[in-house]
């Protein structure tokens, strides 16, 4: 990519959609937009061009930035409605949706620490998944299973209380169990 696309693509950043900057369809699926972000940031990762001259490194990453930006929005259902919605009144960057590095920045107060199912606290989308297996797991049986997927849910989304929490809640349903095992096993 050569300067003049740089500058092409500085342009028209802040008037295309989420969707163009990712030259991906507004009804694409899930995959889609996934594979569609995987292409966007082969070509913008800012590692991918070290060698470049230090006022095109900070164009490409003003490029990628947005681009998390809006894989942050778009990979999460609801942020993902929202986003269309507002797309539809002509609002091709809503403030309340920009995702911040820590969570969306929602107009919106954050969920409270007690009360309300867990998933609902979570800000990183990648780490909802992995919630919904863990409570999954635990329902099943599986404590030991559940927090192995609730690990890789913190790791996606750090220093979440609610997620800590639950974390101390399936050691303690990992203890019951070994106990219980252990009483079953001498019998």
Known sequence: MDGLALRQWLAALDSISYYDLFRAPPRATYDELRAAFHLFAETF???????RHPNEQAAIGRIYR???????????????????????????????????MDGPRSLAPPPSAGGGRLIDKVRAPGAR???????????K?????????????MHMDKGNAALEAFGKQLDEAIAAKAEEDKKNWKR
């Open 45 to 51: 990762h800012p590692d991918a061009h070290r060698w």
């Open 66 to 100: 947005r681009g998390t930006e809006a894989w942050r929005v778009l990979s999460d259902p609801t942020l993902r409605a929202r986003y269309d919605e507002a797309v539809a009144n002509g609002i091709l960057r809503p403030e309340n949706l920009i995702v911040e």
């Open 129 to 139: 998944p992995f919630v919904l297996r863990a409570e999954e797991l635990l329902k």
């Open 141 to 153: 049986g599986d404590p030991k299973q559940a927090k192995i997927q609730l690990v890789m849910a």
